[in-house]
T-cell receptor
Framework: SQQGEEDPQALSIQEGENATMNCSYKTSINNLQWYRQNSGRGLVHLILIRSNEREKHSGRLRVTLDTSKKSSSLLITASRAADTASYFCATLEYGNKLVFGAGTILRVKS | DTAVSQTPKYLVTQMGNDKSIKCEQNLGHDTMYWYKQDSKKFLKIMFSYNNKELIINETVPNRFSPKSPDKAHLNLHINSLELGDSAVYFC????????????FGPGTRLTVT
């Protein structure tokens, strides 16, 4: 089953601009996580936000969580070419399984 | 110092062959996972072990058999390989279960011809 669905599927921006990606999910969650995957590499954990949190920051990353709308957003400020990657949200499903969305492909042009 | 390592990185083989992928983590985690990422980048969990005990066993063909000799290692053996098995397989680890952050290996790209 696919829990999280990211939007947009692909995003192309200029260096220095902000990038916003959204994730929607279907069931109740304990936490929601965002991961980055560079081309040909494994996933790297970016940030985890718990269900009782509304916003979390880490460096240039800002994540929000709206449990009433079952959605989350990831904002990357002042983007860099090195931010070019796929970004996935993941939620914990029954049975302690982390279920990943389809991902957003971000391209930052220099 | 690599946290989660996998070997081999690339694996090209013919249909019907048997192959293994090895995974090792040096993070001291007690839980390890195998994921499959298809050509559309969908990432799906296959198996998970906690303290060498199988805790997640998704609906995968029984040609796939995981084995955890100790907490730091999780191997994946695949029998009678099929074209549809072509994908990138990722190993991951975490401390505990229940949605803690997971650390991923670099992946093994399996191509079945």
């Amino acid at each position: 089953s696919q829990q999280g669905e990211e939007d947009p599927q692909a995003l192309s921006i200029q260096e220095g601009e902000n990038a916003t990606m959204n994730c929607s999910y279907k069931t109740s969650i304990n936490n929601l996580q965002w991961y980055r995957q560079n081309s040909g590499r494994g996933l790297v954990h970016l940030i985890l936000i718990r269900s009782n949190e509304r916003e979390k920051h880490s460096g240039r990353l800002r994540v929000t969580l709206d449990t009433s709308k079952k959605s989350s957003s990831l904002l990357i400020t002042a983007s860099r070419a090195a931010d070019t990657a796929s970004y996935f949200c993941a939620t914990l499903e029954y049975g302690n399984k982390l279920v990943f969305g389809a991902g957003t492909i971000l391209r930052v042009k220099s | 110092d690599t946290a989660v390592s996998q070997t081999p990185k690339y694996l090209v083989t013919q249909m019907g062959n048997d192959k293994s992928i090895k995974c090792e983590q040096n993070l001291g985690h007690d839980t390890m996972y195998w994921y499959k990422q298809d050509s559309k980048k969908f990432l799906k969990i296959m198996f998970s072990y906690n303290n060498k005990e199988l805790i997640i066993n998704e609906t995968v063909p029984n040609r796939f058999s995981p084995k955890s000799p100790d907490k730091a290692h999780l191997n994946l053996h695949i029998n009678s390989l099929e074209l549809g098995d072509s994908a990138v397989y990722f190993c991951a680890s975490s401390q505990g279960v229940g949605g803690n952050e997971q650390y991923f290996g670099p992946g093994t790209r399996l191509t079945v011809t």
